[in-house]
């Protein structure tokens, strides 16, 4: 199980969205945050910290993503 700065778990499906941007945009890290900062939003990658609300986002790498992936227990 994997959780955000907020607490709230994230779907093994919105990692594999994340992992299939980044791989789209071929690039091995960046950042992962709920459109808008909204906690109820879509995730999404970023190439950048977005800091909606001042508030730092998630740093991932194409390499941890994919653990948790593997490692998702539903």
Not at 35 to 62: C, Q, R, W, Y
């Amino acid at each position: 199980m994997v959780k955000d700065n907020y607490g709230r778990v994230i779907r093994k499906e919105e990692l594999k969205n994340v992992v299939n941007s980044m791989s789209t945009l071929n690039v091995t890290e960046g950042y992962m945050e709920f459109a808008n900062g909204n906690n109820d939003g879509k995730l999404l990658f970023f190439e950048k910290d977005p800091k909606f609300g001042g508030a730092p986002s998630i740093k991932v790498t194409m390499g941890q993503l994919i653990s948790w992936v593997i490692q998702y227990k539903e």
